[in-house]
């Protein structure tokens, strides 16, 4: 076979391999490899999901030297310089501080024990208001006695009252649990009398909340095992807005 000949059969190989590659490139979606101009940028299609919001504020309360069992006082009984208590429904002020900061059977915290009628607190940043939408959330630490809980409340921006359906507590022992804003339903309340009012209320504004805490709907029966509910640490996470 003359040199002629061999080269062109060796051509003619090249040239239907290389269309067989193409081919094979095509059915399986593949396209041959291109310069960085045609390469996907990185991350493209994986979107990432929203952030996380930062801590807002925690509280974990303020025992008096003396300790023990007293009154709540709201200029003395909050730990966190940025934050300041209100105590609300017709017996709120009532409630008490029990606990110590180095016992965990005991550890400091709110006690509504002597409330006759439903009682709640709120703690409110000094400078600024929470948004609480997206992935907001609210951590706390907290036993019951008896049939009680404790929902989270809130006062908006615009001074409207809410109460959430989220129902935390435990009877065995102290729990710290956690839940996402979003997830809670929301009923107006009357901060005077503490009692529930109207129906629900369909996509409140939480993106600026100026105060946050939690209520016990029940009266509760005073010392000794009945009904009562403590509330110990609070953490919000979200977003801060100025006021």
Known sequence: MSRRV?????????????????AAFTVSGQQPAKGPEGAPK????????????????????????AGGEHPVVPAESVANPDLTLSLLGPTGKEMLMTGAASDET????????????????TLKHKTSYADLTGLARIRLVSKMSGLH?????????????????RA?????DWIESEFAVSDVRWLRVDPTRMVTTGNWVKDPDLSKVD????????PSS???????????????YAKSVAR
Request: hydrophobic residues 40%.
């Open 211 to 218: 105060e946050i805490g939690f209520v016990d709907l029940m």
């Open 6 to 22: 061999v080269t062109f059969s060796i051509l003619n190989c090249a040239l239907v391999l290389g269309m067989v590659l193409t």
């Open 42 to 65: 990185e991350g493209k299609g994986k979107g990432k999901g929203p952030a996380r919001p930062p801590l807002f504020f925690r509280e974990e309360w303020k025992q008096t030297p």
């Open 106 to 121: 005991n550890p400091i915290h709110l006690w509504t024990g002597m409330c006759t009628s439903p009682c709640a607190f």
């Open 222 to 236: 005073g010392h000794g095992p009945g009904g009562w509910a403590d509330v110990g640490k609070i953490e919000v």
């Open 149 to 165: 809980q404790v929902h989270p409340l809130i006062k908006t921006a615009d001074g409207i009252w809410l109460v959430g359906d």
């Open 168 to 172: 935390d507590g435990s009877l065995s």
